[in-house]
């Protein structure tokens, strides 16, 4: 079983950074490729970006060069580095991870990848 917990959500200005972290109870967090999902309100909820067991990173065109994604494998715990802040990003913010260990695959963007999930933390963008 593992446990994903976000934080770092919170309210800011269009412009301005914020920085999610997702910490992991999985003892091979190391193995894991893990990305961000967001969801506004009334919407579905959209792959944000994913970095690989590898360190291969991939980002949705709409924040790409505003977002960096990163992990600690020390520390078990995955960030995403939020700058120049949108309204248009404001949507709760969740965590995945696929626990299967050194996995390689090519869907990365799909939910269906991913098997543990956090609970989210809200991001919101005031313009």
């Known amino acids: 079983q593992v446990q994903l917990v976000e934080s770092g959500g919170g309210l800011v200005q269009a412009g301005g950074s914020l920085r999610l972290s997702c910490a992991t109870s999985?003892?091979?967090?190391?193995?894991?490729?893990m990305g961000w999902f967001r969801q506004a309100p009334g919407k579905e909820r959209e792959f944000v970006a994913v970095?690989?067991?590898?360190?291969?990173?991939y980002y949705a065109d709409s924040v790409k060069g505003r977002f960096t994604i990163s992990r600690d494998n020390a520390k078990n715990t995955m960030y995403l580095l939020m700058n120049s802040l949108k309204p248009e990003d404001t949507a709760v913010y969740y965590c995945?991870?696929?626990?299967?260990?050194?996995?390689?695959?090519?869907?990365?963007?799909?939910?269906?990848?991913?098997?543990?999930w956090g609970q989210g933390t809200q991001v919101t963008v005031s313009s």
């Open positions: 970095i690989t067991w590898n360190g291969y990173t």
């Open positions: 999985g003892r091979t967090f190391s193995s894991y490729s």
């Open positions: 995945a991870a696929d626990s299967r260990p050194y996995y390689s695959g090519s869907y990365y963007s799909t939910q269906s990848t991913y098997n543990y």
